[in-house]
């Protein structure tokens, strides 16, 4: 059983362990794979695993060999489903891995936004504190985040574990989602219309899929019926916001900061006018990266493609 996995590194850039996979075929994994050279890397595959490298039908088609497609990920839409599916090859995904990573960078952005703490500690080495007259002193507003509206937009896995950590802290937790289900028992939690929710939360976060209903969902007039007071954290799909409209936001004191992890490309161009907005913070898409949720994602696919090898269907998408 060959397998090619096409773009490795992001995954396992040496910090982990590839035996989950080793022990199920002649695995050869390259650290990325231009879109030209996916035909000739992986003409021999039987299996092909992909992160990001696109999967397209006219690859499809010449890859005569191909058996299994797995996307070491949880969005697939980088392979041609329907094209796997004419050539009866089943495409896997994974779909839970990095809850907690994720909710995790949610509050780091919220709890540096709130504190600054890297402002703090570079003004304290920097020998502001020594030079102090007084035994301490802040360079930004400190917010306490006790009392305040957390919105999450989106009610997911993913969403529904930042509301447990947001009530855990003594939030209010308020929610917009399609599917109304399984209400929590949190107090104060209710169901909002988005524009509602925008109004409401002193933060919003974005936990919802890209669909073309939810591309550009928070644009100028989303963010007019945010608090000027509120803060807005996107670690789910750059395209749910309008970049230029959320920088003007920004910049005009219209928000009072904002956390992206993701951004309408990536990676992003220079020009990007999120690098540039006040009080933003950027980060690389790095919310899925822990090493534990990195280690998730190579286990879960081996469990795919093992439980492919044994007959059997496990998080197939088509």
């Not at 058996?67 to 392979?79: A, N």
């Not at 209010?172 to 107090?187: C, F, Y």
């Not at 409401?200 to 100028?220: E, F, K, M, W, Y």
Request: hydrophobic residues 45%.
């Amino acid at each position: 059983m060959k397998i090619r996995f096409l773009d490795g590194r992001v995954v396992n850039p040496g910090d982990l362990s590839w035996n989950a996979l080793q022990e199920l075929g002649e695995l050869e994994v390259f650290d990325r794979t231009p879109e030209a050279e996916i035909v000739s890397r992986a003409r021999d595959a039987e299996v092909l695993l992909t992160t990001r490298a696109p999967v397209s039908a006219a690859t499809i088609c010449k890859l005569e060999r191909l058996r299994y497609i797995g996307v070491v990920f949880t969005g697939y839409d980088q392979v041609d489903l329907k094209a796997a599916r004419a050539r009866g090859v089943p495409v896997t995904n994974v779909p839970t891995y990095g809850t907690a990573s994720v909710a995790q960078l949610v509050f780091a952005f919220l709890l540096e936004l709130c504190h600054h703490v890297a402002l703090h500690s570079e003004a304290s080495r920097a020998g502001e504190w020594s030079r102090c007259a007084d035994f301490s002193f802040w360079q930004t507003p400190l917010i306490e985040l006790e009392r305040k509206t957390m919105g999450i937009v989106g009610f997911g896995r993913i969403g529904r574990r930042v509301g447990e950590v947001a009530t855990a802290m003594g939030m209010r937790v308020i929610a917009s989602d399609e599917a109304r289900e399984n209400t929590p028992a949190w107090p104060g939690f209710e169901w909002c219309e988005l524009n509602e929710l925008l109004a409401a939360a002193d933060v919003v976060s974005l936990h919802c899929p890209l669909l073309p209903q939810t591309r550009g969902i928070i644009n100028a007039t989303a963010l007019s019926r945010m608090k000027p007071t509120g803060f807005l954290i996107n670690t789910s799909r750059g395209p749910l916001i309008v970049e230029q409209d959320l920088a003007d936001a920004l910049n005009r004191q219209r928000l009072a900061g904002a956390g992206v992890d993701v951004l309408s490309s990536e990676p992003p161009s220079r020009d990007n006018p999120l690098l540039y907005a006040k009080n933003c913070l950027v980060t690389p898409h790095i919310a899925w990266a822990t090493k534990e949720g990195r280690g998730r994602l190579i286990d879960t696919a081996a469990t795919n493609l093992k439980a492919f090898l044994q007959g059997h269907q496990k998080n197939v998408v088509n």
